[in-house]
T-cell receptor, first 115, second 114 residues
Framework: DTGVSQNPRHKITKRGQNVTFRCDPISEHNRLYWYRQTLGQGPEFLTYFQNEAQLEKSRLLSDRFSAERPKGSFSTLEIQRTEQGDSAMYLC?????????????FGPGTRLLVL | DQQVKQNSPSLSVQEGRISILNCDYTNSMFDYFLWYKKYPAEGPTFLISISSIKDKNEDGRFTVFLNKSAKHLSLHIVPSQPGDSAVYFCAARPPNFGNEKLTFGTGTRLTIIP
């Protein structure tokens, strides 16, 4: 299967703990995006990588959030000192531009519940 | 501010009939639009897209229409099938100047009635 994969699929943690999620994009895709989706809303952009460079971060991404993409392959999203408001589905998408257009392909997401 | 709006949270359609899902946007800079389908506990799956230079794009049972002057697009599914029951998200993107982050609507839950 060459789709986007995310691990873990589910994470339950206590408030104040740190959590880390992993995303493995489609292998030839050089762009990687993180989104967050809360109940009743559409996905909201968090951050974007082109290869290993993190090129943009949303203001939704507080200083407790950090993302990396070493070597331009997989990416990790870490949340430090989790808060109940961090409970959401965290989605990763990857893409590559072809013929002037780009389609983002999403992974299954990691559902985070902060107690 | 919600730049992409899906004003119908839910829609029920009889199997075999046409499903029409609507989406409005406010940012005139958007020039590429996509529809995604999402099942529970899964990530969004890409369905169909349209560039702002077109007014229609068709792929099998799915057709997307774009009315730039009205800042409105719609997704038509015909004939509707039970497997089409899902949440549908409209998404929009500004011109290709680097970060092509998507702005999503809040989704419409489509239920196909057998």
């Amino acid at each position: 299967d060459t789709g986007v994969s995310q691990n873990p699929r589910h994470k339950i943690t206590k408030r104040g703990q740190n959590v880390t999620f992993r995303c493995d994009p489609i292998s030839e895709h050089n762009r990687l995006y993180w989104y967050r989706q809360t109940l009743g809303q559409g996905p909201e952009f968090l951050t974007y990588f082109q290869n290993e460079a993190q090129l943009e971060k949303s203001r939704l991404l507080s200083d407790r959030f950090s993302a990396e993409r070493p070597k331009g392959s997989f990416s990790t999203l870490e949340i430090q000192r989790t808060e109940q408001g961090d409970s959401a589905m965290y989605l990763c998408a990857s893409s590559i531009r072809t013929s002037g257009q780009e389609t983002q392909y999403f992974g299954p997401g990691t559902r985070l519940l902060v107690l | 501010d919600q730049q992409v709006k899906q004003n119908s949270p839910s829609l029920s359609v009889q199997e075999g009939r046409i499903s029409i899902l609507n989406c409005d946007y406010t940012n005139s800079m958007f020039d590429y639009f996509l529809w995604y389908k999402k099942y529970p506990a899964e990530g969004p799956t890409f369905l169909i897209s349209i560039s702002s230079i077109k007014d229609k794009n068709e792929d099998g049972r799915f057709t997307v229409f774009l009315n730039k002057s009205a800042k409105h697009l719609s997704l038509h599914i015909v004939p509707s099938q039970p497997g089409d029951s899902a949440v549908y998200f409209c998404a929009a993107r500004p011109p290709n100047f680097g970060n092509e982050k998507l702005t999503f609507g809040t989704g419409t839950r489509l239920t196909i009635i057998p």
